[in-house]
């Protein structure tokens, strides 16, 4: 670690030693389970480059950033409209969620029976181990679970900066309603903060960044419908969660090449596995960095993956903005529109999210669907039965796990995914 | 050729050695602290041509023995066809897993349930209660089922169980009723798996619980189907693992 990082870090308030320990971990993880993969396309180095520096060169632009003016806001969701925020003049960046820490101070705070997603966020910050956070002006909550909604009370007590979204459960016109008048409430929030008027040109311009970095993940998810598939599921996952914080034109740009490379691969009939093993979609919670347990288990036996429904995946990329419109209440509507659209299993009913399910399955040829819950993650949890149901309806075979962070499960995880790629032989 | 089949379980090591579909030697023996110790001394007293390895130490049969390995969903499965031609669901209660499986009029698994992390329901719970209750664990299920009555344990989680049947102790409830209960709780837990994979037909039970008389008797209540039992039903997966080892 350079001695730049090291003061940096320490100027953000960061635990030193913890925090020493984390990238010590995270690193030998990403050698285990990245660097050990065969076939890898050469471009993904750019991942291997991204997680190197992830806590170092990515958190120095960030506050070059903030030297320049611009202001820097964190978030745990995808409903939080990055448009919006690239109009305003600042930064959006996705906050570490994706690991235990500090869970014996968490339990101060939380309920055991709480998602790991949200201990490790409550973690990342009484451990002061995460410099996005200590880093950001505004970090925004947004009223998804129940779990997030409470966990957000105690997180504004620890922050001097928290601004949290309310969001509709409804897809009726009422909800539309209401989550126009948040967005327009964050807008305001958004132009208090960096003092920067937005009008109809920034909004466009905001819209057309997030939509660039948006295409070039499509792009790459679309030749993963390829058979054999030329990229791992392992990787495909990482391209969506460095989505969360990376600068968006260096990740649309860097994200193309590999898609070159991959249309290279794919005009060669080279896979990243054999052309016979089994294809499987996964479905439910996010995974956030370094949350790569059940995927390294599904491809260390011999399946890949080739989709991930997901917030950390196609639920929270699929859509882009429109960018047509002349008025900033046009271009505001369009931003309403595509984050609407967004089918989380917050909503109720939510009939969208098992056709999405079920098209992707079809899309990217999968051969079975694996449902990811996380315990304690009750909307996902739920409707994984109805998930299961419908796909099974179709003829597709359903495996429904559910996990946390820990790595206590993974020797029944391991037999429980072998058994199904069994059944699909 | 000789084909071998061994299942690594939590509890015991077993070992299946067929010539032309017949068995020509089985062995058991506790898998103790030493899995890959005890699963080589079965090996080497034993004489086969290639062996097929299962259960959840599989992978360090795989890595020190070079034995392809499938999994005990698969073995169980293939193992109960042996003896019972046209089951199409099987429960097997093991000493850390408790698994309900579906299969095909072929034999082909179409679904499985299998408990997470936690031992409720399996052998393993059934161990330590019987260890509260002074009961020898192989008179258990006899000692169980002598009970006219049963004291209701509604929980299914060990930690929890013990509270109860610590509770139940101390109001002086008649032990054997206790562990009419407890067997009760393990059935309960089975039959919500068994549920879920659909029930089709007859049911096997295999894996070491499966000799547990009470168990066997509540289930037959409690389902109202045939349940079949095979003749060494802790032998059925490393039976199973021979016979796809044969067919390989």
Not at chain 1, 245 to 274: M, N, S, T
Not at chain 2, 5 to 34: E, F, Q
Request: one cysteine or more; hydrophobic letters at 40%; glycine letters at 8%.
């Amino acid at each position: 670690m350079s001695d730049e990082n090291r003061r940096m870090w320490s100027e953000l308030g960061l635990n030193l030693r913890a925090h020493d320990q984390l990238l010590s971990v995270l690193s030998n993880a990403y050698q285990d389970i990245y660097l050990s993969q065969q076939n890898r396309p050469e471009s993904t180095s750019y991942f291997d480059d991204v997680m190197s520096e992830i806590h170092g060169q990515r958190i120095q632009e960030l506050m070059r950033e903030k030297q320049q003016g611009r202001k820097i806001v964190g978030s745990y969701c995808v409903f939080v409209p990055e448009e919006i925020v690239q109009a305003a003049n600042a930064t959006l960046v996705g906050l570490c969620s994706g690991a235990d820490f500090a869970e014996e101070e968490v339990e101060k705070y939380l309920p055991r029976n709480t998602c790991s997603l949200i201990k490790s966020s409550l973690g990342f910050k009484l451990g002061r181990v995460c410099p996005f956070l200590e880093g950001s002006d505004m970090i925004v909550g947004e009223n998804t679970c129940d779990g997030k909604k409470k966990f957000y009370e105690t997180l504004s007590d620890l922050v001097p900066n928290m601004y949290v979204m309310d969001l509709p459960q409804m897809k009726s016109q009422q909800g539309r309603q209401m989550l126009r008048s948040e967005f327009y409430r964050f807008l305001e929030a958004m132009q208090d903060l960096t003092g920067f008027q937005v009008d109809a040109t920034a909004l466009r311009n905001g819209i057309r960044m997030v939509n660039e970095k948006r295409k070039a993940i499509h792009r790459l998810q679309s030749l993963r419908t390829a058979d054999p598939a030329p990229i791992s599921g392992l990787d495909a996952l990482l391209a969506n969660q460095i989505f969360l914080y990376e600068d968006p034109r260096r990740f649309a740009r860097e994200v193309h090449k590999i898609c070159d490379e991959l249309e290279q691969r794919i005009e060669r009939g080279e896979g990243v596995f054999p052309a016979n093993a089994p294809r499987i979609l996964v479905s439910g919670c996010p995974m956030a960095v370094p949350n790569w347990k059940v995927p390294h288990i599904v491809e260390s036996a011999g399946a890949v993956i080739v989709g991930e429904e997901s917030c950390v995946g196609e639920r929270g990329n699929r859509n882009t903005t429109e960018e047509e419109g002349e008025s900033l209440e046009e271009l505001m509507e369009a931003v309403v529109d595509r984050y609407f659209g967004i089918d989380c299993a917050i909503f109720t009913p939510n009939p969208d999210r098992t056709e999405h399910i079920l098209d992707m399955a079809k899309r990217y040829r999968a051969d079975g669907v694996i449902h990811y819950g996380l315990q304690f993650c009750q909307p996902y949890l739920m409707e994984s039965f109805g998930v299961e149901k419908s796909l099974e309806d179709k003829g597709i075979p359903v495996l429904r796990l559910e996990t946390d962070y820990s790595q206590e499960d993974s020797g029944q995880l391991q037999t429980r995914v072998e058994a199904f790629l069994e059944l699909l032989k | 050729m000789r084909a071998a089949g061994i299942d690594i379980g939590s509890r015991s090591v077993k070992l299946v050695v067929l010539r032309d579909g017949k068995i020509i030697h089985s062995a058991i023996a506790d898998t103790g602290y030493d899995p890959q110790g005890v699963a080589r001394g079965l090996l080497d007293q034993a004489a086969w041509d290639y062996v097929l390895a299962t259960g959840y130490g599989r992978t360090m049969a795989q890595l020190h023995f070079q034995a392809p390995t499938v999994t005990e969903i698969k073995a169980h499965a293939r193992g109960v066809r042996h003896s019972c031609t046209d089951c199409r669901t099987v429960l097997d209660i093991g000493g850390q897993d408790t698994k309900a499986i579906s299969l095909t009029n072929g034999g082909k698994v179409t679904k499985f349930e299998m408990n997470d992390r936690c031992a409720a329901g399996t052998g393993k719970f059934l161990e330590i209660m019987a260890s509260n209750l002074g009961f020898p664990l192989e008179d258990f299920g006899a000692q169980a089922l002598r009970a006219e009555e049963m004291q209701q344990i509604s929980s299914m989680c060990t930690v929890f169980a013990e509270s109860e049947v610590t509770s139940a102790i101390a109001k002086g409830a008649d032990r054997r009723e206790i562990a009419k209960g407890l067997h009760m709780s393990v059935v309960r837990r089975a039959t919500a798996m068994l549920k879920r994979v659909s029930l089709t037909s007859e049911v096997a039970f295999t894996g070491g619980v499966a000799r547990n008389a009470c168990l066997l008797h509540l289930l037959r209540e409690e389902l109202q189907l045939e349940i079949l039992v095979p003749d060494n039903p802790d032998m059925t997966g490393a039976l199973g693992a021979a016979l796809l080892a044969a067919e390989a």
